[in-house]
């Protein structure tokens, strides 16, 4: 059985102050595995969350979409099952309550293991409410004061709601509203056409939506090369996703069918009218009502807290972490900055942020696996690089899958022979990209790879290949 640690107090000016080792600010993604290694040290800590434990990637991130988007392949591999030679006696039909109960179901049962977990520590205290800072080193929370001198804050982001004409008029969804459906809109317009914009339009066209897509830039998904954005704006093109590119100017309106939109692309407006609209143009962080101005923690334009390789803040004894610090915006980012601080803190360590390789996936269908800098990225840091590519029609196991959309790329220093970055865009490219990602890390040449047997029938098998045939220095 857990020993439970109390915390300590004192008095201050009449108020009851409560005396923790160690205060957590949010219950994001870093807080749950560093409130774990403070009190497995000793330290009684108070961790305070105002809304879910699990913060955004549990309850309204990573785990429902990727949980929906598990349901949007089915239904998607149902509506080609002839061509597989499987015969459905009748068409496939969503049952949009069944894939929200599923959604829930998995959802709740992350939340409450995490809240299990950390409620199970001995000597952390899980306070529920709004944190404030008082202090560099005390937290108001409704009417209890709270202090330590060691803080970690870990409040996340929410859905940015850009300043458009029209658009406080209208209701929209954020990706809040979004995992909560449990119907499947007519005719649903998405803003924005990058991470949470694309996942979203893909996996309700497949549960039966007309969807329209409306991006600011020329091209989706911008950070990528731009060979990568026009495979993706293909895959979901061939589904009858529609597109807009180059929306430089929005109006939105109340309309019979629910909202309608009059965009201006490129000096020519356009009108189009949906049932629902979800705006997905980025986060924010959420850092305007924390009080760090009284703890004297400085941030940037943007709201994002700055920080140090080793992610203190400007307050001695703060350190924030996960995608309030600007540093990444990823559940694994949180996770790593939740390494780094306990490494340093309680190891003896000296990580730092810039040590690690930026990886991230896209969860469209095929997936989009992603490691290091693209070619783009590379030539503008001067370096002289080698390319690789294969497409996946040239892959057996693609081929085997009836899945041959996208393709793979290696960007490799032509000097060192270093592997610089890659992109695997096709089915089982967020897992493939891993060996890459390893090699990566190794700091191995990457002959390595292409000196290493792979297994067939793989994706994976045709890395080796693909780094046989890299183009000339360029
Ligand atoms: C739709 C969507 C899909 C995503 N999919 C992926 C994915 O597939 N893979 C991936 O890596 N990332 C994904 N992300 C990003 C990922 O969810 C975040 O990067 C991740 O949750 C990291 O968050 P965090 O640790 O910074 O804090 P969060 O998870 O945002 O949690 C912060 C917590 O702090 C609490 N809080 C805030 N302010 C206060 C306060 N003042 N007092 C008390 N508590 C407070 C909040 O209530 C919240 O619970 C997705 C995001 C979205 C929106
Ligand atoms: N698979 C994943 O790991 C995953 C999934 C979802 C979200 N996320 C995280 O969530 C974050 C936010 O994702 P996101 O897609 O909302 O933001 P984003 O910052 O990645 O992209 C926003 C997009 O909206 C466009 N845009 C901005 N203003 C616009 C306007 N007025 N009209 C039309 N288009 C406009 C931008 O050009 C851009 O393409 C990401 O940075 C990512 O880290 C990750």
């Known amino acids: 059985m857990n020993k439970k640690i109390e915390p300590t107090s004192a008095t201050t000016s009449g108020k009851q102050t409560e005396i923790f080792d160690a205060i957590i600010i949010g219950t994001g993604q870093a807080a749950p595995a560093l409130a774990n290694r403070l009190t497995a040290s000793g ?3 108070a961790v305070i969350e105002r809304s879910s434990v699990g913060g955004t990637c549990v309850n309204t991130g990573c785990t429902p979409t990727k949980t929906m988007v598990a349901s949007a392949y089915v239904a998607r591999m149902a509506a080609r099952a002839a061509e597989y030679g499987v015969v459905l006696h009748h068409p496939p039909a969503i049952d949009m309550k069944a894939i929200k109960a599923r959604v829930d179901k998995i959802v709740q049962t992350d939340r409450v293991g995490l809240e299990n ?3 199970g ?12 800072f008082e202090s560099g080193n005390e937290v108001c929370v409704d009417d209890r004061r709270i202090k330590a001198n ?14 458009a004409v029209g658009l406080e008029n209208i209701s929209y969804l954020t990706n809040t509203d979004m995992v909560a459906l449990d119907i499947v809109p007519s005719h649903l317009i998405i803003v924005g056409g990058s991470y949470i914009g694309l996942e979203f339009a893909q996996m309700f066209r497949r549960f039966g939506s007309s969807v329209t897509v409306i991006e600011r830039g020329s091209r989706l998904i911008a950070r990528e090369d731009e060979e990568v954005s026009a495979q993706i704006k293909d895959i979901l093109s061939n589904e009858d996703i529609s597109i807009m590119l180059d929306a430089e100017e929005l109006q939105f309106q109340k309309h019979a069918a629910g909202v309608a939109v009059n965009v201006k692309c490129k000096n020519d407006w356009k009108k189009i009218s949906g049932s629902h609209l979800l705006i997905a143009v980025g986060r924010r962080p959420n850092t305007d009502d924390l009080g ?4 004297g923690i400085e941030t940037d334009t943007m709201g994002y807290i700055t920080v140090d390789e080793q992610l203190r803040t400007t307050a001695n004894g703060v350190w924030a972490l996960g995608d309030c610090n600007g540093r990444g915006a990823f559940t694994h980012t949180a996770y790593n900055d939740f390494e780094i601080v306990a490494a340093n803190l309680l190891d003896g360590e000296t990580r730092c942020v810039s040590d690690r390789i930026p990886a991230y996936a896209l969860y469209i269908d095929p997936p989009l696996g992603r490691v290091g800098m693209t070619a783009t990225q590379a030539k503008k840091a001067g370096r002289k690089i080698r390319v690789g590519t294969r497409q996946m029609t040239r892959v057996a196991r693609a081929i085997e899958k009836g899945e041959t959309q996208g393709s793979m790329r290696v960007v490799v220093d032509a000097e060192t022979n270093e592997i610089l970055g890659a992109a695997i865009l096709g089915p089982g490219g967020d897992e493939a990209i891993h060996a890459i990602l390893a090699t990566m890390a190794a700091k191995a040449p990457y002959t390595q790879l292409t000196h290493t047997m792979a297994i067939h ?11 046989g045939e890299l183009s000339n220095p360029q």
């Open 292 to 295: 760090l101005d009284k703890a």
């Open 457 to 467: 029938p793989t994706l994976s098998e045709l890395i080796p290949t693909m780094l």
């Open 150 to 163: 060691k803080i970690f804050i870990n409040v996340g982001g929410r859905a940015f709601i850009p300043d």
């Open 117 to 119: 977990w950390m409620t």
């Open 121 to 132: 520590m001995p000597g952390c205290t899980l306070i529920r409410g709004h944190a404030r």
């Open 43 to 45: 330290m009684r800590i």
